[in-house]
Structures are given as C-alpha cells and as structure tokens.
C-alpha cells in the first residue's frame, strides 16, 4: 500500500485517524491501535513478511531489557538511561551483539542472497562451470526490511550507550518499529528521536492541520511532479541506446523524479506522523542547491546521513584518528551507504563516488580553486556529479550505466531507432512538468520553510493541489514509488 | 561560548511548536481534509450499496473474503497425511494461502480504484484533455504527429534493448506478480522446438514477423525521421534472423515490399493498412511457393470485390478509450474482400497460424475493419489453395501455438499426414514482450486422424451443472488493445442431459466493450448451472473464434480428456 493510492487516502487513512482518536478518547496512548494498523499496513504488501517484523522486534526488545538490566528489578520501576559512556557488563555486550547480528543477519540474508547468487553464477560462467550455477534459488526481499533493521539497531544502541531510555512495554516498543506512517520508505527515525515522544506527545490542532499540509504538499510532489519525470526519466534509461541530449533530460529527469518521489514520500510520512502527534526530523532540505558533495549529504536523505554518521562513522573513528584513516572511513562508510540501498554493484560504485568525493574534498581543504567559484557554478558542478551518480543508481547493470554515461558524453554507439525517444517524452505535458519540477527544485522553498506560516491563500492553494493530485493519481496508471524496493 | 547545536528532533518539535496558522484557518484546512477523505469513500458506499444486487455484493466488503480464500488455498495447497511432521506440505499450504492472499489484495486495490465512481467519471475526459492539449498518453499509447498514435509496446520494441540480449533476458524471466508464472522470454527455443518437431513430421515452418508502426512510419512519432528512411528495427534482429537461418526455418520480413505502398499503417490502430496487407501477403506467398515448389495459379480461385470500411482505430477507442471524445477521424479504407471465401476452419495442407495482424481485415468482430479479406485470406487467394487457420487477437507468442497444439493431440500425429507447412505470423513485439511458453509437442498422440472433440449437439441449447476445476481470468479493461474477451471454465461432474463426457470446456466472455463481466465472479470449486450451445457451431455463427481467449491452464491429460465444448451467454454464479 503506498500512500499515492486509493486505498491509503480513501480507506486507511480515514480509518487509522479514526480509530486512533477513539482509542485516544478512552484514555488510552493509542498505541495498540497504531500497532495493529500498522501490521496491517505492512502485511498488505506480503502477509508472510509480519512474522518477520515480529520476530526481529522481539529479539530487539529483550535486547534492550537485558542491556538495560531491566529483568531481576522490580517491574515496575521507573526506566532510567544508562550512564552514557560508563562500563557495562558482559551481558550487556553480548544482548548488543545479539541485536545487531540478528538484524543485519536478516537484511543481509534478505538483501544481498540473489546479489551473491548472481555474483557466484558470474563466476563460475566466468570460468566456463555455468553448470554450477544456482539459478532456482531467488529470495523475495522483504518491504522496508532496511529501515526498519536499522530503526530496531538504533533502540538497542542508544540503551547501550545511554542516550535514551528503554521501553518496557512491548506493545509501545511495537508502535515503534512498525509505525507506518514511516515504516517502508522512512524516514529513518532513531530511537531516542522519538522515545519521549512514545511516552507523551501533543496532539493540537495546529499540529494536525501541520500535518495535513504536509501530506498534501508530499502527495503533490510525489504525483505531480515525480511521475511525469519518471516517465521521462523510464523513456531513457529503459532504452537500447539513447542519444546526447536525450541521456541529459533522462538523467536530469531521474534526477526530479528520485527527488519528489523519495521526499514528498517523507513529507507525506512527517505529515501522517504530525497527525497522530509524532515529530519525524527533516529528512529533505533542498539538496540540490548543494555547493559540494559534502553539503549534499547534509541535505539528501538526512535520516540515513546522520544514522551513518553516529553507528557508523563515529565508531570507526570518524575524524579523530588521523587524516588517512578519515578518507578510509568516509569512503567505506558512503560504500556500505551504497550497498544499504540495493544488492546491485551498481550501488556499490555509486557509494563509493560519493565516499570518495567526500574525501576529495576534505583533502582539498578550504582554501582550495573549487572554493573560490561563484556559487552557481559550485551548484552546477555538484550538480552534474550527482547526476552521473544517479545513473548507477537508475541503471541495473554496470554495461547499461557505463554505456549510459557514455551517451551523456557523447562517446556511446546511437541505434537507429533511439531517436523515437524524442517522440514519446517531447509532449507538453512532460515538458510542463520538467519545467515546473526544475524550478520547484532551484528556486522553490521545501516543505517545512513552505508550512512554517500557514495563510488561508497557502490552505487554499495547499488543498488544491492536494486534490488535483488526486485526480490524476485516479485517472493515471503510472505511479512507480523508488524507494519501496529498497 | 556557542550555544550547544541542537539535535534535529529539537528543530522539528520547535519548527512544529511554532506554525503560525490562525485557529480558523487550522480548523478550515483539516475539516476540508477530512471530509475529502472521508465523504468520498461514503458516496462510494452509498453506491457500492445501491449496485450490490448487479455486482453479487457491496464491492467495498469484499476485502473480508480475503482470509476466506486464504484458508481455502491454505487447505487446498498441499496434501498432509500428519501436519505435525510434514513439515515441507505445511510450508507450501502457508506458501499457497500467502500467494493467494497476495492475489487477492492485488485485486482489491484494483477493483477499488477501477470501479470507484471517481476513476469512472474522470478517466475520459481528463485523457481526452491531455491528449488533446498536451499531447500525453498512457501506458499503451504515444501521441504521434498530425493525429497519428502509436501503441506503446511496438515503440518499445524499436527502443528498447536487444530482445535477445541475456541481461533482458534475465530481467523479463524474474519479471510478473507473484501469484503468476514468470514468463518465458525467449523465443528461440519455442520456435525451434516446433520447428524439430514439424521437421520430424515433414513439414516446413515459415516464420512471418509482421512489422509494428515505429518500424515504417517513425516520422509520424518524431521529427527526427523523415518518411521512406530505413526500415527501423530492435538491435537483436539480426542476430534472430541469423539463427533462425542457420537452424534452417524460412523467416519473411515483409517491410520491404510493404514499403512499395504510401500508407502502410493506419493512423489510429495498430495494424496494417489493407494495401500494406496485401504487399506483405504477396511477398509472404511468394517465398512459401518457392518453399513448396508451388507455381503460382493462372487465375485467382476466389473473385474479390472492393469494399469501403470506416473504423476509428483501436489505439484510440481502446487503448485510449477516447471513441467518443471527437479527438481522432475514423478512417475509411478499402478492402478486398473474398466473394464465396473458403472455410478456414477445414482440413488444408497448409496451416496457417496468425494474431490481429491476420484477423484484421478478415473477422470483423471485435476488430471491426470488414470481413473476408485478412491476410489468411489473401494468402489463400494467391497461393491458389485453401489454408486451415488458427488465429486470435493478442498473445501470439503462444495462444495459436496452443490453439494447433490442442487440435493435433486430439487428433494425434496422424493429422500431419497430408499437411505440407506451418505459416506462423506474430506481431514482431513479441518477440521483446510475449510469453514464449514452452509445448512439448512430442506428447502428440502416434495415431491415425480421427474426428475431433464430441459434438454437444448441434443446435439449440441445453443445461448442465458441473464443479469448477480450473478457469482463466479476463485482463483489466482498458490494459489491452481489444475491449472483448473470452474466458474458459473447465467443469468436472458434469450432468446434462444427451452429455456423455464427466468434464466439460465452456467458453464464455469475461471481458465485453471494456467491461469485465459476472464471468469474474466464479471461484473454482463452485458449482454451476449454464445454459450453453455447441461452441463450434456458435464461434463460427458470432464470429467468436477469433476473439482473445484466455486459456484455462489444463493439463496434456485434461486436454486429452476430450471435454465438449460448450459456449454460454449466461454466467448465473
């Protein structure tokens, strides 16, 4: 169920706000409701994943007792945070050990078995053996197993190093995981984000119609703008061959629909979120205005950025353990940023360009020539390097990006059917909506400067947009959502 | 000393604390919200409700059977003597009540999209605004220049990448839903394999793939061509060409000749113009005559007359269901039409298998561009014999295959016995887009011919009652090129009266002018009562033959049960 469906806006929605507020009403939190609604939600994509949400959450929960030295005390003391940085016992290790080996476990079987399958088939072609292959075994992957393994980690970290409190009871600890306002496609929200949170939140009125806005706003992004750029974008990058001009406006089109798709998906979530009381960070802000690579993490994607940053960089040492050792670990942490996002070498490549950009320009320092240029150039440059990264993103194999970023060069072979290209994505209609996209994009404000100040012109052009969205969301068949296969 | 940096939780609970939006403006905005959400579901209620008897019940509700069938499927997934220890049947009974639960949501989430009162009054008139202003299509459409369409799979053949190549390949074989069987990509080894086995039998195969659109006309899509350039073609051609050479099938590309005549598609369909038909059905004939060793007849067996036929083309009335919107001309051609055409339902040397391409011009139901002079015709008339054909619209990578598959295992291998070659033509899109299910043609029966299928009776109608084993499902309205569609039940304990078969093969529309049917309704395992009629004798009175037919998945031992087959009008859940 994505949320630029029927479904979602017609019958989950209405319901799930519904039956919150009535559980709310009899003095309840709300969170068996919200809990229950949210396996639904889950389980609607495939019935048989919920087990394994369940499980995963289980196996977190009593993690995160046994590391908070919950059992053996009286239940019903109060939860307090560990001393952050003390000592901790060897059972405390162990239950951390335990959490974070059983849900990368489960996102690395689930994610990476076809990708080391197809990879042990390569091989053994490779040395003339295509018997051996295994071409039977294929592994569904399992709907937002990479957020919400990393959301669950999160929990059991932050009790390990004291940042937050643990929950004793399971069914907030459930809400928590399986929240679906962010569970398939995020954003990233880690535990202590939203521990105080789970245990008192406000619900005002200003608070919802905040919500509304944003939801309205997300679902425009994702439907007026992100699909007629898919379709331009899916015009090119599914084609045999495609020529100069025709591989830029694809590639900057799959540039706006990845934007528009993935963020108004995250507006669309913090906005469902404000409407059940829940404060989700910024997860958009604006990334292609970045004047570097570096800045661009700052601004694409923050809720994963920032989720690398504290469990993983900073535990490799981050900055602190010499200049080479940086490089080596911003590189190796944009790898395995890379690898999180798919089981595709492609990604992998497309990590390490950007692990690598972010160490050439920490080697370059700040005195550097790049500093000096006007700043619409250094957007332009970041720009451009973004999008030839985007094309290992968009591309399934590594033959298709080189050829693809070839043809952006003008170096690739052009067949002669590729011209047929112009035909099909040169209509107005796309054209209108590319145009709109890229100055949305440019000269645009995002979401959370847009609903900061909220006049009855904004409302009314916010529920407008809301519902034409909706009208061509129910007169359209094309509604690709990125970010749901990863 | 700075200020300590705040976490991003603190900005977003400030920035959210701090909305400046007055308390009228607030209740304004969430109360429009709400009802939005709110009011158009109940409408939608309201009218489920009131079209509850037509439909069998208030389609909103119909998400509460979806457990029910789970459990069915869960029962029905697989034998277990002892559940306690059959571990592996207990798995594949979970593994069978998930994929239909999969099946079933899916279905759901489309029937409550399709069928809601808002798709249903702004589908039409938002396509035809940006069809018409903005030059948008859909998913089976481009909008071409000066009123031109094209149907998007044929673009996408010319496109895409190689049909052959073995990343495509790959991608297509892990592609379909879960509850389906993923498709067979490649074509090659079905068409060799009916190749060998039509080799062992003594009969030559001449593949004739007929060229789509953007091949011949790309000028009308984009300004980049000019007409009456290059003959377009998908960068695996050659290489198919190549390998079909080598394994020895004759393989006619009819571009060439076809490019003799101006027009050579029309504007608004998929298909071939009548003269473009005409052009490849000579350059078809030419090269099976110097197959067989046939001289060319001095006179024409048939006379023909010309007929003058006006139709809207099927990208715009189906693919873009804008028949009504005045956007599109109907064009007029004329037709050669066979006066006192031969049957091709007869026994005849050559088979002829072929899609829309071939029923176009020569069945007009469904098609609606005149009858009697299709490319089956036309070959015959210039070959100077008969043909015994088996054509359906759509899916020509494998339903007539299945079609001569089925006929000659009722028949057994006798049936070859007189045939000299198997013309088989298929829109060249399938090669990148069809389903080249594999046949195992060697389960042929080694027998003499005998009479086909028993015959129900001959005329008039009659019931019977029988249990659902296995039924096809119609495609979604407006998915597909053709707005009619015949689905299949296959019923066992049948009882009727003059019946002597326990199974039964009843044919029956499932998709009729865009619209599915009550035939969706059924389930297998129910049981029915029908009112039918012998389906050769009504296929040939209503020109049914022809219509897409989805298949039933029977068995080589179902198909060898030689069930009757049976048509009805009447779908009575």
């Known amino acids: ?113 076809n990708l080391g399958v197809d990879s042990f088939n390569g091989l053994v072609e490779a040395f003339g053996m295509g018997d051996m292959a295994l071409n039977a075994i294929r592994i569904t992957l399992p709907l937002g197993i990479s957020f919400y393994t990393f959301q669950s980690m999160s929990y059991s970290i932050d009790i390990y190093r004291g940042h937050a409190r643990p929950i004793r009871n399971f069914i907030d600890f459930s809400c928590y995981v399986s929240l679906f306002p962010q569970l398939v496609a995020g954003p990233i929200i880690r535990f202590h984000e939203v521990a105080e949170q789970l245990r008192q939140r406000t619900h005002t009125l200003d608070k919802f119609a905040r919500g509304v806005a944003f939801f309205c706003l997300g679902m425009s992004k994702k439907v007026l703008l992100a699909n007629p750029c898919g379709w331009i974008a899916d015009a090119s990058f599914n084609a045999g061959s495609v020529g100069f001009v025709d591989s830029w406006v694809g590639v900057v089109a799959y540039s706006f629909q990845i934007y528009y798709d993935f963020s108004g998906y995250s507006d669309m979530a913090i906005g469902v979120g404000l409407m059940l009381g829940f404060v989700f960070p910024k997860n958009f802000d604006s990334p292609y205005i970045s004047q570097s690579i570096t800045e661009f993490w700052r601004r694409w994607h923050i809720s994963l950025s920032s989720w690398l940053r504290d469990y993983l960089y900073i535990p490799l040492g981050g900055n602190r353990l010499g200049e080479v050792r940086t490089y080596i670990n911003l590189a190796l942490v944009m790898l395995l940023g890379g690898l999180w996002h798919g089981a595709s070498w492609n990604f992998v490549i497309w990590g390490g360009i950007h692990g690598g950009m972010l160490a050439f320009e920490r080697l370059q320092g700040k005195d550097s020539f790049y500093r000096s240029l006007p700043r619409v150039a250094k957007i332009a440059v970041t720009y451009i390097i973004v999008l030839f990264t985007w094309v290992f993103f968009r591309t399934d194999d590594l033959g298709h990006a080189l050829s693809y970023c070839g043809s952006m060069l003008g170096l690739s072979s052009v067949h002669d059917g590729a011209g047929l290209i112009a035909g099909a994505v040169y209509k107005p209609y796309y054209l209108i909506y590319f145009a709109l996209a890229g100055i949305v994009v440019w000269f645009g404000v995002q979401t959370w400067d847009y609903t900061r100040k909220i006049t009855p012109f904004k409302a009314t052009l916010i529920l407008l947009s809301f519902v034409y969205a909706v009208v061509v969301m129910t007169t359209q068949q094309f509604n690709p959502f990125i970010y749901f296969i990863f | 000393m700075s200020e300590p940096r705040l976490s991003r939780e603190e900005i977003a609970n400030l920035e959210v604390g701090h909305t400046d939006i007055s308390r009228g403006t607030a209740l304004t905005i969430v109360a429009l919200f709400l009802a939005f959400i709110v009011v158009l579901p109940f409408i939608q209620l309201g009218l489920d409700v009131k079209n509850a008897k037509d439909h069998g019940g208030v389609q909103t509700f119909e998400v509460a059977a979806i457990p029910a069938k789970a459990l069915k499927a869960f029962k029905n997934g697989a034998p277990i003597d002892d559940p306690a220890v059959n571990a592996a049947g207990l798995l594949k009974r979970f593994n069978a009540a998930n994929t239909q639960t999969l099946k079933s949501i899916d279905a759901y989430e489309t029937d409550l ?56 390949l790959l991608k297509r074989s892990r592609g379909g839903a879960a509850w389906e069987d993923a498709p067979t990509p490649d074509p090659r080894p079905a068409i060799l394999e009916l190749h060998s086995y039509l080799q062992a039998q003594g009969v030559q195969l001449i593949l004739m793939p007929a060229p ?102 099927d990208i715009a009335a189906n693919s873009l269901q804008l028949a009504d919107a005045g956007i599109f001309q109907a064009e007029t051609v004329t037709i050669q039409q066979l006066i006192d055409p031969p049957d091709l339902t007869k026994d005849a040397e050559i088979v002829f298998l072929g899609d829309s391409f071939a029923n176009i011009y020569s069945v007009d139901k469904g098609l609606a561009w005149g009858d009697d002079a299709g490319l089956a015709h036309q070959l015959a008339n210039e070959l100077g014999q008969p043909l015994l054909a088996f054509t359906q619209n759509d899916n020509a990578a494998f339903a007539t295959r299945q079609m001569l598959f089925s006929h000659a295992l009722k028949q057994g291998s006798g049936f070859w016995k ?82 002597d078969s326990k199974v039964a093969l009843i044919r029956l529309f499932g998709m009729q002018d865009n619209k599915w049917t009550d035939a969706t309704k059924f389930e297998p395992g129910q049981q029915v009562t029908l009112e039918v009629t012998d389906w050769a004798s009504t296929a040939k009175a209503r020109q049914l033959a022809t219509l897409r037919v989805e298949e039933a998945e029977l068995s080589v031992d179902e198909l060898l049960e030689d069930a009757p087959n049976f048509w009805t009008d009447l779908a009575t859940p």
Not at chain 2, 143 to 157: A, E, M, T
Not at chain 2, 253 to 259: F, G, I, K, L, R
Not at chain 2, 472 to 493: A, H, T
């Open chain 2, 212 to 313: 789509v659109k953007a091949m011949l006309h790309p000028e009308h899509l984009s300004s980049r061509y000019t007409a009456g350039g290059p003959v377009l073609q998908n960068p695996s051609w050659n290489a198919f060409v190549s390998e079909m050479s080598e394994a020895g099938v004759t393989l006619v590309d009819p571009s060439t000749a076809m490019q003799t005549v101006s027009n050579m598609f029309l504007k608004t369909d998929t298909h071939w113009t009548p003269e473009a038909m005409l052009a490849a059905t000579k350059a078809l004939a030419d090269i099976t005559r110097d197959t067989l060793q046939l001289s060319a007849p001095t006179t024409p067996p048939w006379s023909t007359r010309a007929v003058e036929v006006t139709n809207l083309g």
């Open chain 2, 418 to 499: 007189n045939k000299k070659v198997v013309i088989w033509e298929f829109a060249i899109r399938e090669l990148a887009v069809g389903n080249w299910k594999p046949i195992q043609w060697d389960l042929i029966p080694d027998r003499g011919a005998v009479s086909t299928h028993p015959v129900a009776a001959a005329t008039g109608s009659q019931t019977i009652t029988g249990t659902i084993r296995k039924l096809s499902r119609p495609p979604k309205p407006g998915s597909v090129p053709y707005r009619d569609c015949i689905v299949q039940l296959y019923l066992e304990g049948v009882q009727g009266d003059g019946i």
């Open chain 2, 113 to 168: 999209k399709d069928n809601s009162f808002l798709t249903q009054a702004l589908v039409s008139p938002m396509q035809a605004f940006n069809t018409r202003f903005l030059g948008q299509g859909n998913d089976l459409a481009y909008i071409g220049r000066d009123g031109w369409l094209f149907f998007r799979p044929g673009v996408n053949y010319v496109t895409g990448p190689g049909f052959l190549d073995d990343d495509r």
């Open chain 1, 1 to 113: 169920m994505v949320f630029s469906s029927h479904l979602f806006i017609f019958v989950f929605l209405a319901l799930a706000l519904g039956l919150y507020y009535t559980a709310r009403r009899f003095g309840g939190k709300g969170h068996l409701t919200l809990t229950l609604l949210s396996y639904l939600f889950y389980g609607w994509a495939n019935p048989m994943f919920v087990f394994l949400m369940f499980g995963s959450t289980v196996i977190d929960y009593v993690c995160g007792l046994v590391i908070a030295k919950r059992f053996g005390r009286d239940w019903s003391a109060p939860d307090v945070a560990l001393e952050a940085g003390g000592s901790r016992t060897k059972a405390q290790r162990i239950a951390l050990m335990v959490s974070i080996c059983s849900n990368l476990s489960l996102l690395g079987f689930f994610k990476y078995f």
